[in-house]
């Protein structure tokens, strides 16, 4: 296991990493992990049954028995497709609520490591370079001031049809960078290993490309 090769970004919301993550491992022939999709799986699972997001207990126990298939771009949840339901505004704020969960997070951990797999993986969140794979090859902390992200996160919405306020946007963003850097467990951090990408003046085609130049220069200091 060891010997398959990880590559983790990590970072605040819309600082770009799902779509940076997709790219690298597009160019390296990797599989993906997007670990915060695990996290709102749990989110919208235990909505469904009805619990609430301070019922620390029964999401650990949703999240231990977790039916989901990650299959070519496609999400199902309890064998449907959930790939839409769980981007829903209300499912990313329970997931990040119970995210700060110990026993959640523990729950999520072995299903995380089972998508390392050859030839590579290339796995985006909060905790991946510092919890889940430490003995990743290369870490990217991918960061954006609250500004560019804000915007970003507001075209993106734009391109979905739905109009929002940049001021609020920012509020929300603020307070879910608060909740995921301030929380006791895993909290958003860079590994002390990590590379640090300020992404905020740059595409993501231009982070894509900057990432791969690390990766090729770690490949050829161990060489
Ligand atoms: O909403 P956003 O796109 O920023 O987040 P996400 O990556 O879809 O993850 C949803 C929530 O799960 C985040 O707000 C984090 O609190 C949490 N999460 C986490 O704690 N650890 C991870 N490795 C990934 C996500
Ligand atoms: O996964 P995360 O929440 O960190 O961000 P994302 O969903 O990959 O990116 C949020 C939005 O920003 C997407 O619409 C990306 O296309 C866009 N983006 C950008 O405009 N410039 C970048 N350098 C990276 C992402």
């Known amino acids: 296991d060891g010997l398959v090769p990880v590559i983790t970004i990590d970072g605040p919301t819309a600082s770009g990493k799902g779509t940076v993550a997709h790219g690298v491992a597009r160019r390296l022939g990797f599989a993906v992990l997007d670990s915060g999709a695990l996290y709102r799986l749990t989110a919208l699972a ?100 609250v500004n560019a992200r804000a915007e970003r996160r507001r075209k993106q919405l734009m391109e979905k049809g739905i109009s929002a306020k940049l001021q609020d946007l920012l509020r929300d963003m603020r307070e879910r960078d608060a909740r995921d850097t301030q929380r006791a467990v895993a909290p958003l951090a860079p590994a002390a290993d990590a590379h640090t990408l300020d992404s905020s003046r740059m595409t993501a085609q231009e982070t894509v490309q900057a990432i791969m130049e690390l990766w090729q220069a770690k490949a050829k200091a161990e060489a």
Do not use: C, W
Not at 56 to 63: G, I, K, L, P, Y
Not at 77 to 96: K, M, P, T, W, Y
């Open 46 to 145: 235990s909505l469904r049954r009805g619990i609430v997001a301070t019922d620390e207990q029964a999401v650990a126990a949703v999240a231990e028995a977790l039916d989901v298939r990650f299959d070519g771009g496609h999400i199902y949840l309890e064998g449907h497709e959930a790939g839409h339901d769980i981007r829903q505004e209300q499912v990313g704020n329970f997931a990040s609520q119970v995210a700060a969960f110990g026993s959640v997070r523990q729950a999520l951990l072995a299903r995380q490591r089972a998508f390392r797999r050859p030839p590579g993986l290339v796995a985006d969140g909060r905790d991946m370079g510092t919890v889940v794979f430490p003995d990743a090859v290369l870490k990217v902390f991918l960061v954006a001031d």
